[in-house]
């Protein structure tokens, strides 16, 4: 189900690497004012992926959030070997890339004052796929929102289940939405953030369960794949296809809201939370 | 080559059987081991989906609700019922009548067989995501005991949105697995012709799956397969159903829910350094 791995902004090539090409309008943009603008287009508002820390920085307040299930990572049970090497190998690889221990930073801290739980997944980390830890961390951090009455964010930014760890991944959607069942017999508020893109498992499980499901602008948020579909049922699909703003159309999404405003935005629908 | 009944097959000759035109499929074991089968109909939304039917069922002296795939068995009959690949409304429809069966305090039997969910237009649009995904969230806290068979294909999230259960268990030629062996070589090898790399690859098989912890139990085939004897792997699928139905009489709501939440947080392998 992870079939998605297009990066999500492409980096041109030049020499001082001054410059970032917006993958949607094409715009050539200095990386300085991209990053300024929260990794977004100044042009045509792209939303472009940003890092579970970065994310982590925009929501918090200042010096209250506090990392969670830091130390659970990723185990090739399988010792699954493809055309491109080991699972082990490829892990080990994004582990030193990304700084982080899975595809997802969970913790918890302040927003705009309110105490809430979260899970950050990161698509710099395999496609952001689901694995075994990363069902693990997202379970946890929903039993620490249950335990601690706190509500839960999850921002998800994945392809789907990691085809490496086989059946295992899959259960981690199984496992997850256990978690999310539990805050809902409790009357714990669950909030599903869709970031590019949410696709496969990671939308058929816990990313679709929200009470609230907010998305930012343009994200692909799709089951299966736009190919896979023009295969099956041999007809072009609608250019909005798969889109939050499709979604929304559709009735699947509570809202859209751009990075810049995300944060305000949640503090205000927790505000009425009144449990 | 000759192989003796126990003999190691690969997990690509486990895949062929699993897909054998001649496997036993839903509607057989509904006439060989289900009575008094009282088929429901419908979402309660936008139709009737006959890629996934269930209905009140009785089973020995037991009354379920039976939740499954609907393959068929010619291609008109699998032109109607869609391969067995439900569309939303077949995971709402299912949804339905499991909630129906918590009313009616009846057991549920769930019967796996499918390549994997629709992928269409329409089943984007109604929201594949969520159906399964919702039948996920409501399994787990069922208050009646869920038994799922894998009885063929168990293909990814298609088979999990009605695969959540207390007690998991698959014929020894049946898979399940994250994704087709076909689409995984695609992706990873870059070309489908991998298919048998990456069935071996994925842990598909019953054994393996037993082995990991993703399922209970496995009920053997005989033979060459289940297509070879109808009435022993039916006989074979109702005892195991039954016996494993008689492990909740004594079992209370609270547990069983607890039990069940415990069974999928152990699901998975990961390392936890200190
Ligand atoms: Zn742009």
Same mark, same amino acid.
């Given at each position: ?11 041109? *090539?030049? /020499? ?7 993958? =949607?309008?094409?715009?050539? &943009?200095? @990386?300085?004012?991209?990053? $300024? ?41 399988? *010792?699954? /070997? ?7 190998? =490829?892990?080990?690889?994004? &582990?030193? @890339?990304?700084?982080?221990? $899975? ?173 | ?274």
């Amino acid at each position: 189900m992870a079939w998605y791995s297009e990066p999500t902004a492409v980096k041109k *090539k030049s /020499i001082e690497d001054l410059w970032i090409k917006c993958k =949607k309008c094409q715009s050539h &943009i200095y @990386k300085s004012e991209w990053e $300024e603008n929260l990794n977004v287009c100044p042009s045509c508002n792209y939303h472009g992926s940003i890092t579970s820390y970065e994310r982590i920085n925009l929501l918090f307040d200042k010096n209250t959030f506090k990392e969670l299930f830091n130390n659970i990572s990723p185990i090739d049970s399988l *010792k699954f /070997i493809d055309l491109k090497g080991s699972y082990k190998d =490829k892990y080990e690889t994004a &582990i030193k @890339k990304t700084g982080i221990s $899975e595809s997802v930073v969970t913790g918890h801290g302040k927003i705009n004052g309110i105490e809430a739980v979260v899970a950050v997944m990161d698509f710099r980390f395999l496609g952001g796929s689901l694995g075994s830890a990363t069902g693990e961390k997202i379970l946890q951090a929903a039993n620490y929102a249950y335990d601690n009455n706190l509500p839960y964010i999850v921002f998800s930014a994945s392809g789907g289940a990691r085809m490496q760890e086989g059946v295992l991944s899959l259960m981690q959607m199984a496992k997850t939405c256990a978690g999310i069942a539990r805050l809902n017999k409790k009357n714990i508020p669950y909030i599903s953030v869709l970031t590019n893109p949410t696709t496969g498992g990671v939308s058929a499980s816990y990313a679709m369960m929200g009470d609230l499901n907010i998305s930012e602008p343009g994200a692909l948020i799709a089951f299966a794949g736009r190919r896979v579909i023009e295969q099956t049922i041999g007809e072009k699909l609608p250019d909005d296809f798969q889109t939050s703003e499709y979604l929304l159309k559709h009735g699947f999404m509570d809202s859209i809201v751009d990075r810049k405003n995300m944060k305000n935005y949640l503090s205000n629908v927790l505000s009425f939370y009144n449990r | 080559m000759t192989k003796n009944k126990k003999s190691i097959s690969s997990a690509w000759d486990v895949v062929n059987i699993s897909r054998h035109p001649n496997r036993p499929i839903l509607q057989d074991y509904l006439s060989l081991i289900f009575t008094n089968f009282v088929e429901l109909h419908g979402d309660r939304y936008y139709s009737d989906d006959l890629a996934m039917i269930g209905g009140f069922a009785e089973i020995g002296d037991q009354k379920v609700m039976l939740i499954g795939h609907n393959k068929g068995k010619n291609v008109n009959e699998n032109i109607e019922r869609n391969f067995g690949m439900a569309n939303p409304d077949g995971y709402r429809k299912a949804l339905r009548l499991m909630k129906l069966a918590e009313r009616f305090n009846i057991p549920i039997v769930t019967i796996i067989d499918t390549p994997g969910a629709f992928p269409g237009l329409e089943a984007e649009e109604r929201g594949q995501a969520e159906a399964i995904a919702k039948n996920l969230t409501e399994m787990a806290s069922l208050e009646v005991p869920v038994i799922c068979v894998v009885i063929g294909e168990g293909g990814s999230g298609g088979a999990l949105g009605i695969g959540v259960g207390d007690k998991i268990l698959m014929l020894s030629n049946s898979i399940y697995s994250v994704i087709s062996p076909e689409g995984c070589a695609s992706i990873l090898w870059r070309d489908a012709k991998f298919a048998p790399d990456a069935a071996e690859a994925l842990n598909l098989t019953a054994s393996a799956l037993h082995k990991h912890g993703v399922i209970d139990e496995i009920i053997e085939e005989p033979g060459e397969g289940a297509h070879t004897n109808y009435e022993k792997i039916a006989e074979s699928v109702k005892s195991s159903i039954l016996r494993n139905l008689e492990k909740y009489i004594n079992v209370s709501i609270e547990e069983l829910i607890q039990r069940r939440f415990e069974k999928y947080s152990g699901m998975g392998k990961f390392s936890v350094n200190n």
